[in-house]
DNA sequence: CAAAGGTGATAGTATTACTATTAAATTCGC
DNA sequence: GCGAATTTAATAGTAATACTATCACCTTTG
């Protein structure tokens, strides 16, 4: 796994970034620390001043690269959900039977990521933490009706969308298939969250994870009466 | 129901505020025009500045009452769980079947506020979309083990707390309970957020409600097996 | 070898999220 | 009803933020 996905490329939409980080090495390094950054002091606190300082850069020279850190973000997540895409996909592709298809992704987009992939320059275990305490920051704005139309969230939604559609072909009649998919995939994130600072209202610790939680819920939810 | 809830008041943790909103004037103009000034521009164009010249007042008598913006949010946030939990305690106690008891539970938990209130100064509809669109703000920060510490979610937490116990009360093997109602209420902000936003990825909408689909969800998943 | 593109340095702007001080208005105790 | 205490308003000021603009240098490429 480690060694075929370090070859393919994560494909993040296009009108995020004014220049490809990709594609230069000043980008690689904005890419790596900014995740280191944001996972250290949190998005709030995050600015490409300090991002700069931290590489051995100017601040105008990240800004050649994103318009705004709110883009910054909204490339991580993308690249994040992509990522997590590419694994749900190679993953279940090969197992026939549908149910244990439908358990195998909910498991892949509802665990803690834990060990670094070492995805080129991306620290996928700090972005996965970054996605867990941010994520939600990308999209609850007053821009998100525009930003939804330049496709800053397909990758997102199209995640959602495989999940409904293994869901629907273990039960076409099932009426909340696009509703569970997306309460798995926030709800982990939600659950993540409170087994870190809110253990009373959660059951999900070490031993129990959410992906327990999400495959029992989704198996009882769906079954046809 | 009116009635009753505009005689009663709505107790928030009192270390939120520097001064009560409630004990003056002003305090209650703040309240009242910070609800319909989020509403409007949203939390991050939100200043104390602006909301000074909406009622004509100075910005620092604003920061006589809450020390920062992010305050005024905590105090909010309370108030609207905390009026949330006495409507939930209120049309749940003659309910006698536990079944029911939590169907009308999870009703009054995810459903739409539609109707103004006009519990005093306060816009419920409008505080409601603020919760929708808002609400993780006030916990996804760095700051979020100090300020629980300080009481600051204690509301938010009893109300989960509550829903757990009606799930218990049905069916006290259920391994779940502390996750299925945290996921209830979080999901249920979200799907509100996603049917105005990413229809796509939510069978919810103006007829098919959140309120149904977590109920459906919920008494599938803790039935005894 | 010259032009083009990428990067770095510096400066500047409007706004934010406050704090501090003082003055004016209002309320309260007696 | 008056003086004291409290509350509010007005002004000024600060450090930081989230950028934009300009220019110089350095490298790559045709």
């Given at each position: 796994?480690?060694?075929?996905?370090?070859?393919?490329?994560?494909?993040?939409?296009?009108?995020?970034?004014?220049?490809?980080?990709?594609?230069?090495?000043?980008?690689?390094?904005?890419?790596?620390?900014?995740?280191?950054?944001?996972?250290e002091i949190g998005f709030d606190n995050f600015t490409f001043k300090k991002l700069g300082t931290k590489i051995g850069s100017n601040e105008s020279s990240i800004y050649r690269y994103f318009e705004s850190k709110h883009k910054l973000l909204l490339y991580l997540t993308s690249w994040y959900w992509a990522w997590i895409e590419y694994q749900?996909?190679?993953?279940?592709?090969?197992?026939?039977?549908?149910?244990?298809?439908?358990?195998?992704?909910?498991?892949?987009?509802?665990?803690?990521?834990?060990?670094?992939?070492?995805?080129?320059?991306?620290?996928?275990?700090?972005?996965?933490?970054?996605?867990?305490?941010?994520?939600?920051?990308?999209?609850?704005?007053?821009?998100?009706?525009?930003?939804?139309?330049?496709?800053?969230?397909?990758?997102?939604?199209?995640?959602?969308?495989?999940?409904?559609?293994?869901?629907?072909?273990?039960?076409?009649?099932?009426?909340?298939?696009?509703?569970?998919?997306?309460?798995?995939?926030?709800?982990?994130?939600?659950?993540?969250?409170?087994?870190?600072?809110?253990?009373?209202?959660?059951?999900?610790?070490?031993?129990?994870?959410?992906?327990?939680?999400?495959?029992?819920?989704?198996?009882?939810?769906?079954?046809?009466?």
């Open positions: 796994m480690k060694n075929l996905l370090s070859s393919i490329k994560i494909s993040v939409p296009e009108k995020i970034f004014l220049k490809d980080p990709e594609s230069s090495d000043l980008g690689k390094r904005i890419i790596e620390h900014s995740i280191l950054l944001i996972d749900l996909v190679f993953s279940t592709s090969n197992i026939p039977n549908p149910e244990e298809r439908l358990l195998k992704a909910i498991e892949i987009v509802t665990q803690t990521i834990k060990e670094d992939y070492d995805f080129s320059h991306v620290n996928e275990v700090k972005l996965n933490q970054i996605i867990i305490n941010e994520y939600s920051k990308s999209y609850l704005t007053k821009e998100v009706d525009s930003e939804n139309k330049e496709g800053y969230f397909e990758v997102y939604k199209r995640l959602i969308t495989r999940l409904r559609d293994m869901i629907l072909n273990i039960n076409p009649e099932y009426k909340f298939a696009s509703s569970i998919s997306s309460t798995i995939v926030e709800g982990a994130l939600h659950q993540h969250f409170l087994k870190d600072h809110f253990k009373s209202i959660t059951d999900c610790s070490e031993k129990v994870t959410p992906t327990k939680f999400f495959q029992d819920l989704t198996i009882n939810a769906i079954k046809p009466k």
